[in-house]
């Protein structure tokens, strides 16, 4: 066989090594908080306007996952901590301010990026895509509970309960809080702190659509087995490479990731 | 792309063979820590007497080694010798890269993301037939997507930055 033969050969082979097969065409892919939690190389701050837009830009993004928090006029704003100046050029928690405040707060980073309220974000642009609704329903700040019913009113006032062009679930893990979501004519899914908890969840609560547990807390059977009872299973923790595939080898119903890049990358 | 090439080509060309003055040309084997990746590659560069010229051709070790996605790199840079003594050389250093990765090949040229990274920062280089060099650079990276809601391809720009060390052979 000449050299140049073998060459040829060569290439094709691996050329058709890198060739892999990934039957992840079912899973859902969406971002957590947007286009990831403290995700150093994202382009924009998490649960802000413009890296909610960027996300569902991205093709193959099916949603976004955003934390939802109650102001003390009841608007609803898009933040992950508890308090504020962590990540913003304000102190306090936005259960203590109203929107009028928290319309002038912005992040501290390099876009410094404005404080987003739900109402800011158009629907028009989850269409055919997803949207989670991660709920605090406890203000630290104040150490008191906030009242579900503002925030079913609020969501829905928003056109989240009924919207047709996209999907809505909302995610808790207070279990007060399931059944008069699920009333109002939300999909609910509960936040769970194990896969031991999750089970407990989908066996107390028919009505639940889903469960979002950790990466490292479930195994490939527990998603098998909530799936084949009807549940929908997302998994939450998603980052590397190696955490995606291992994420995505699971055989969920979505993932929501911290790394959207990686996370396309792995699943197409 | 092709306005890209022909800046590497006249970058690469304009020193050397054109110049009067005697440049030393050197070959760099470097890792970079980068916002997107971290880069393997090589260098191939020439010295002046005021200035170091460096042409790069890297991938990204993460998409290309463990996620089996090409990330090619390349680029180029220069550095202005401000400090030079028998056993280190140092200047600042102008720094444009060009990367492109594929994030979804279900959907062709528009799963794909292109960067263009503009940074300044200060580069250290020691001296002799076998040498270290070390860069820090710090600046603009330009993030070109296709946007599936305007159906078009947009550029965001931010923050990005580069961690460069390599050791090399002066020819």
Redesign the interface.
């Known amino acids: 066989m000449s050299f140049k033969r073998i060459v040829i050969w060569l290439a094709l082979f691996i050329l058709t090594a890198c060739q892999r097969d990934k039957p992840f065409g079912q899973i859902k892919i969406f971002g957590h908080a947007a286009t990831g939690l403290e995700n150093p190389s994202s382009v924009y701050h998490d649960n802000s306007l413009e890296a909610i837009k960027l996300a569902l830009s991205l093709e193959g993004c099916d949603g976004v996952e955003l934390d939802v928090q109650m102001a003390t006029d009841g608007s609803v704003w898009l933040y992950h901590d508890t308090e504020l100046y962590s990540q913003t050029n304000i102190s306090g928690c936005i259960s203590q301010l109203d929107s009028i405040q928290l319309s002038k707060v912005r992040y501290s980073s390099f876009h410094q990026e404005k404080l987003a309220a739900l109402v800011q974000l158009d629907t028009v642009l989850l269409k055919n895509k997803s949207i989670f609704l991660d709920l605090r329903h406890w203000n630290e700040c104040a150490n008191s509970m906030l009242n579900v019913y503002d925030f079913i009113e609020e969501l829905s006032r928003l056109g989240y309960s009924n919207a047709s062009s996209f999907q809505t679930y909302v995610l808790t893990s207070f279990d007060q809080w399931i059944e008069p979501f699920f009333n109002a004519g939300f999909n609910v899914c509960f936040s769970a702190a194990s896969a031991v908890e999750a089970n407990q969840k989908i066996k107390d609560f028919e009505m639940l659509d889903g469960v979002v547990v950790r990466n490292m807390d479930v195994q490939s059977a527990n998603v098998d087995e909530w799936i084949e009872k009807g549940k929908k299973v997302y998994i939450y923790e998603v980052r590397s490479p190696k955490g995606i595939r291992r994420a995505l080898n699971k055989f969920p119903s979505g993932i929501l990731t911290d790394d959207l890049g990686n996370a396309l990358i792995e699943k197409y | 792309m092709r306005i890209i090439l022909a800046f590497l080509f006249l970058f690469l060309f304009s020193h050397k063979p054109f110049s009067q003055k005697k440049a030393d040309t050197f070959l760099t084997y470097r890792l970079t820590l980068g916002?997107?990746d971290f880069f393997t590659g090589l260098a191939f560069g020439c010295k002046t007497e005021k200035t170091v010229e460096v042409l790069t051709v890297e991938t990204g070790i993460?998409?290309s080694f463990?996620?089996?996605?090409f990330f090619p790199r390349v680029g180029a840079s220069s550095m202005w010798i401000v400090s030079e003594n028998q056993r280190l050389i140092a200047g600042p250093i102008f720094q444009y890269h060009f990367s492109t990765?594929q994030?979804?090949?279900?959907?062709g040229k528009?799963?794909r993301?292109n960067y263009n990274d503009l940074m300044v920062g200060w580069s250290l280089k020691t001296k002799g037939k076998m040498y270290f060099t070390s860069d820090v650079l710090a600046g603009f990276q330009m993030?070109n997507?296709?946007?599936?809601?305007?159906l078009r391809r947009?550029t965001?720009g931010?923050?990005g930055y580069s961690f460069v060390c390599g050791v090399g052979y002066e020819f």
Do not use: D, M, P, Y
């Not at chain 2, 994030?103 to 959907?107: A, E, G, H, L």
């Open positions: 916002k997107k993460i998409r463990f996620q089996a996605r990765v994030f979804n090949v279900s959907v528009n799963g993301a993030e997507c296709f946007n599936v809601l305007e947009k965001i931010t923050l």
